[in-house]
Structure formats: C-alpha cells, structure tokens
C-alpha cells in the first residue's frame, strides 16, 4: 500500500510539473494534472492541501535537484553558471517552472528550500569575498543575481534574438556563459 502511496503521489508530482511548465501556477488546472496523473483532484488536496502546495512540492524538488546536482563552488562561479545552464537545457520543464516562478511567484508563498539555498548561495560568496577569493565589485546579492541570470541567458530571449541565435551551438552557449561570469569576476 505504501508503494501505491508513494507511486501516486510521483505520478502527480511529474504531472503537475509538466501542467506548471506549460500553463503557469494561474493557468494550471488541478483536473488536468488528475487526469494526467491517472488520479483524481481529492488525492492532490490530500497530498499537497491545494494547487499552491502542490506547486510548492514540485518547486521544493526542482530546487533540491539543483543543489544535488549542480552545487555552488564560490570558487569557480563559471563552471557553476555553466552546470545551471547545463540543468535548464537539459530538461525544459525545469526551465520552464523556474521562470514560471520568476514570473508569478510574487504572493505566493516563498518556498522554504530556495529561500535556505539562497541564503546559503549569498553567505558562500560574502565568505569567499572576505578571503579574497572573489572579487568585492559586487555584492553577494549582485554577483549571485548575475551569475543566476547569465546561466539563463539563452532561454530568456525574445524570439526575435532567439531567431538570429539559432545557429549557435548549445557547446557555444554554454563558453559564452561560462566566460562571461569569468569576465565579471576580473578585477
């Protein structure tokens, strides 16, 4: 029973992903990430309480899958622009929900991981900026904004620029993000 559990709580999870990517946490509809999920709505308000909580768990889990896997080295801020951009181009959804949150997130309840890894992320900058292993041109907060964002750069064109950006290679993509946070780092 408790894998039954567990296997219909991951197919609503994986649905509710795929539905927050395409639709936005307004649009998404909890009828159709039942249906998606071959469950019914009175599992998700079991599982999760309602749709905002049910965001929240898929969120917490992009989130954590992104700490495990392409962790902060304040060290080489470069190599970890490019493993986010490895993350996001790898998989679209996961872009997708991250500028889904970007953009609507505000009024929505903040999602406890992201805020404990922003937190972490900005203290592992100020302590290598203290022992001078990280240029104090920035701020914690600037420098992490701009490493953050450059990782997404390619994602977040216009489809005008994205048209004209067509032919480059996602290898190319990735050196030019990576040099780009090794530019911003030189004094």
Do not use: C
């Amino acid at each position: 029973m408790a894998g039954d559990a567990e296997a219909t709580r991951r197919r609503l999870l994986d649905a509710a992903a795929a539905e927050f990517a395409e639709h936005g946490i307004a649009g998404a509809r909890v009828d159709r990430i039942a249906a998606a999920a071959k469950s019914n709505k009175a599992q998700i308000y079991h599982y999760f309480t309602n749709k905002d909580g049910l965001f929240d768990a898929v969120l917490s889990e992009l989130a954590r899958d992104t700490l495990r896997e392409a962790p902060i080295d304040p060290a080489d801020l470069p190599e970890y622009a490019g493993r986010l951009f490895d993350r996001f181009t790898e998989n679209p959804v996961k872009e997708r929900l991250a500028k889904w949150y970007r953009l609507e997130g505000e009024g929505y309840a903040a999602v406890e991981v992201v805020v404990a890894s922003t937190n972490d992320k900005l203290a592992a900058i100020a302590k290598a900026q203290d022992e001078g292993l990280l240029t104090a041109r920035f701020t914690p907060v600037e420098l992490l904004a701009l490493v953050v964002h450059l990782s997404a750069l390619w994602g977040s064109m216009t489809p005008e620029m994205a048209g004209h950006a067509a032919g480059i290679t996602r290898e190319r993509r990735r050196q030019v993000v990576v040099e780009a946070v090794a530019a911003i780092l030189r004094d």
